[in-house]
């Protein structure tokens, strides 16, 4: 069973680019969350979609969006990019039911210059 | 206040002993929690997921959960240098969201 797919792994842009990331879950899943991790802060909550839908946000300013598609492929966007925007992204994979863990994509680095 | 904390570290212990991890966590709402290994340039991996008080076991690993004082940990029995790592608490509130700790950073010297 193939796991979470980020692409690209690696990215570096310059300030007021924008980017855009790539997800594709585990077979079968149809929820996928986004979390951004910087170096002492942790996994912060980014955003989830089920079924093409965005059913939660964390508070991240309107730069960074989302969506999924029907094959449950999912995209975050980063516009005007700021040198604070540098961070690991992940991306991860959910049945779609509560309670459940989540599987992890081995992330997109993204650095800003 | 954040929502799950835990100790920064680094904790420190060596072969064969005894790692505590420790979390907190502030919505009593929360339904579930997991412990996450996350290796330096890897993604986290979850280790352990309990969802009811008292003890989980995992081979070496046990997981307690007391939703009365909000309280998780991880405990690792004889701990081994390849458990140096990022341990990482979450739990998953409800409305399709986890919330993850900035984890705690375990060295095991051998």
């Known amino acids: 069973k193939a796991g979470v797919t980020q692409t690209p792994r690696y990215l570096i842009k310059t300030r007021g680019q924008q980017v855009t990331l790539s997800c594709s879950p585990i077979s079968g899943h149809r929820s996928v969350s986004w979390y951004q991790q910087t170096p002492g802060q942790g996994l912060q909550f980014l955003f989830e979609y089920f079924s093409e839908t965005q059913r939660n946000k964390g508070n991240f300013p309107g730069r960074f969006s989302g969506r999924q598609f029907s094959n449950s492929r999912s995209e975050m966007n980063v516009s005007t990019l700021e040198l604070g925007d540098s961070a690991l992204y992940l991306c991860?994979?959910?049945?779609?039911?509560?309670?459940?863990?989540?599987?992890f994509g081995q992330g997109t680095r993204l650095t800003v210059v | 206040q954040k929502e799950v904390e835990q100790n920064s570290g680094p904790l420190s212990v060596p072969e064969g002993a005894i790692a505590s991890l420790n979390c907190t966590y502030s919505d009593r709402g929360s339904q579930s929690f997991f412990w996450y290994r996350q290796y330096s340039g890897k993604s986290p991996e979850l280790i352990m997921s309990i969802y009811s008080n008292g003890d989980k076991e995992d081979g070496r690993f046990t997981a307690q959960l007391n939703k009365a004082s909000q309280y998780v940990s991880l405990l690792i029995r004889d701990s081994q240098p390849s458990d140096s790592a990022t341990y990482l608490c979450?739990?998953?509130?409800?409305?399709?969201?986890?919330?993850f700790g900035a984890g705690t950073r375990l060295f095991v010297k051998a």
């Open positions: 991860a994979s959910w049945t779609g039911r509560g309670n459940t863990e989540a599987f």
């Open positions: 979450a739990s998953y509130t409800g409305g399709f969201k986890t919330i």
